[in-house]
């Protein structure tokens, strides 16, 4: 069993009401006990906005935290209609928040407009993690390192404070699909990623770096195989209590 910190993120996308308090309390209870005989696993669930201070509120956990999917690019309070803001967020209970999915990339959100929303994001005190991939076609062309080194480097200030930012490396081609990448190729793309990011920021240490793309309780020990990955982003079978923690107890066997 690997001693290093390892996150299980679930990102329930539009999925969820107050009677999904029964999903994450489940949840809660594995971790409680799961915490006895491992110190170094990191849960963290990104929910729907209407759901971060219902939950916080009534889990109060400290084994479990919440985070957002998305924020405005605006700060504070303004006249921008179904906007919800970074501060907004951490007043409501959360302590992270998902930005650049590639699902609000679909809708418009260039790299520039992330990078003020991870700048919104961290001025609010919330921890980002940061999602960069490469479509099915990039792919294809052999983009795969030109597009997600551009997503870091466009979005990523220098003056940022990387101890908040984790990468979630997150193939679009992979998300939602059942086709996960290589293993080899995951290698490559994390050192990749890894040594980019040193070099860009000219940080001490390396970043985190999560992998994202249809992981479940099956294809869990491949991953766990590789020890550049730190953690999941996890979608789909994050959204059930029983996959999600199948996903970390397979991880640790
Ligand atoms: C995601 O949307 O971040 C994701 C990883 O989805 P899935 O696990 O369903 O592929």
Redesign the pocket.
């Known amino acids: 069993m690997t001693n290093k910190l390892k996150y299980f993120i679930g990102?329930w996308?539009m999925f969820g009401d107050f009677s999904s308090l029964k999903i994450i309390k489940r949840i809660n209870n594995f971790c409680l006990k799961f915490r006895k005989k491992n110190k170094n696993s990191k849960v963290i669930l990104c929910v729907p906005n209407i759901l971060i201070n219902f939950f916080s509120s009534k889990l109060n956990s400290d084994v479990i935290s919440i985070g957002a999917q998305n924020c405005s690019h605006n700060k504070n309070y303004g006249p921008f209609t179904g906007s919800v803001s970074a501060s907004m967020l951490k007043k409501s209970g959360a302590n992270y928040v998902i930005l650049g999915?590639s699902?609000n990339r679909f809708e418009g959100e260039s790299n520039k407009l992330i990078m003020q929303k991870i700048e919104n994001a961290l001025e609010a005190n919330l921890k980002v993690i940061f999602?960069i991939g490469e479509t099915q076609k990039q792919k294809n062309k052999c983009q795969t390192f030109s597009v997600i080194g551009n997503q870091l480097k466009k979005s990523i200030k220098k003056s940022f404070d990387k101890n908040k930012i984790i990468i979630?490396y997150?193939p679009v081609w992979?998300?939602?699909?059942g086709k996960i990448p290589k293993k080899n190729e995951l290698i490559k793309t994390f050192k990749f990623i890894k040594n980019l990011y040193k070099k860009l920021f000219k940080t001490k240490k390396y970043p985190k770096v999560l992998y994202?793309?249809?992981?479940n309780n099956k294809n869990i020990t491949l991953f766990s195989k590789i020890s550049e990955i730190d953690g999941f982003?996890?979608?789909?079978?994050s959204q059930s209590s029983k996959k999600f923690i199948d996903i970390i107890k397979k991880y640790y066997k």
């Open positions: 990102n996308k999915h699902e999602c979630a997150e992979s998300i939602g699909s994202g793309g249809s992981v982003l996890i979608g789909g079978a």
